[in-house]
């Protein structure tokens, strides 16, 4: 009689693996880098990724899965600058991974004929995702940075060539991600006119409508109009994990919510 062979994770076929990780990574919602703070003033439910604390070779092999096929959201408004140390720290193979992220449409409503220039933060933040996710492919804009352009719809539409010009100057900035294929602009169902979204759509871009709920609108105005200070030094967050006994080869940041983003715990092995 043949003894029957042991059985244990690695004996399921890679496919039926990569289709456990992703039951277990993959989320529905944008994931958004977001200080300790944040997180804990928030209140959010965590992601759980303690498969990928199981060994070397699950975090190898999942980590492409997880980094690949959810949406990273760094939109700037409330949480400038941060999205540099993020992808810094989860290290440059898994940064490569990244191929959908998601960030605020950079219109002001101050802008005037002859006078639009994106903010510093903007550029930096663009620039940022040019040089560490070289394999990018779609670019989305949250529905909640629209506000500006939704509430000065009349100014906007008495102004067009100032707007136009406003939206070529944005254009360009998003398409000097050489690796993207598609920008999305998300909106909400009814809060742009049918002129402004066609105007968008000569850019190329595809406009996504999508309606909201009432939960959705009191949750962005209470973080946008929060004084939380999410500027302290993310280096605080990490300590207690440094001291805690972890291996050296694992780094570990925060994730947060924003809307309907979830928080979570996140780590990258080795680099």
């Not at 096929?69 to 993020?86: A, H, R, T, V, Y």
């Not at 406009?207 to 109009?225: C, G, K, M, P, W």
Request: contains cysteine; glycine residues 6%; aromatic residues 12%.
């Amino acid at each position: 009689m043949t003894k029957d062979m042991p059985t244990n994770f690695f004996s399921l076929p890679r496919e039926t693996r990569d289709q456990i990780y992703e039951l277990v990574l993959l989320d529905q919602e944008v994931i958004c880098p977001r200080p300790k703070e944040a997180r804990e003033y928030h209140g959010c439910p965590q992601l759980n990724l303690e498969l990928l604390r199981v060994n070397s070779t699950i975090h190898r092999e999942a980590s492409p899965l997880f980094y690949g096929k959810n949406i990273f959201d760094f939109d700037i408004l409330p949480c400038s600058g941060k999205e540099g140390l993020f992808l810094q720290r989860i290290g440059r193979n898994n940064a490569d991974c990244i191929r959908d992220v998601c960030v605020g449409f950079p219109y002001s409503s101050r802008t005037e004929a002859g006078n639009f220039n994106l903010k510093k933060e903007v550029i930096e933040l663009l620039a940022n995702i040019q040089s560490s996710c070289p394999n990018l492919r779609t670019l989305r804009t949250t529905r909640e940075s629209m506000y500006a352009v939704q509430e000065n719809q009349h100014r906007i539409l008495r102004n067009f060539k100032v707007f136009a010009d406003a939206l070529k100057l944005i254009d360009n900035h998003f398409r000097s991600i050489l690796s993207l294929k598609e920008i999305i602009i998300q909106v909400y169902k009814d809060s742009l006119c049918k002129k402004i979204r066609k105007k968008m759509g000569r850019r190329g871009w595809t406009v996504d409508v999508a309606a909201y709920t009432q939960e959705e609108y009191d949750s962005y105005f209470r973080i946008h109009n929060s004084d939380e200070d999410y500027d302290s030094d993310f280096e605080d967050d990490y300590g207690d994990y440094y001291e805690g006994g972890y291996e050296d080869d694992y780094e570990y940041d925060y994730m947060c919510t924003n809307g309907n983003c979830r928080c979570m715990e996140f780590l990258q092995l080795g680099r």
